[in-house]
């Protein structure tokens, strides 16, 4: 991808995102952020694992916040990892 597409395509997203997250629908900036941070990763390396760019994440965690398909995927990472910690505990 192009970076002018790239750009285009990120500032769509984050558009999509932002106005998801505000109807409750995603994830706030703040969380998104101390998620990304809890399961000791950087941004870029978030990025990766989610299939966006780095300065996708930067813009989630800049106030944009994060809906649609990246916020449930964020969110099923988490049931895993609570899952995860439960059978180890148990």
Known sequence: MSDAAEMAYNSMMTEK???????????????????????????????RMLGVTRAAVSNWEGGKGVGGAPAKLIQTILALRDLQRRITMG
């Not at 932002?18 to 703040?30: F, H, K, N, W, Y």
């Open 17 to 47: 995102d932002e106005a998801d997250a505000q109807q409750g629908e995603g994830l706030t900036a703040s969380e998104v952020r101390q998620i990304r941070e809890d399961l000791g990763y950087t941004q870029a390396s978030f990025g």
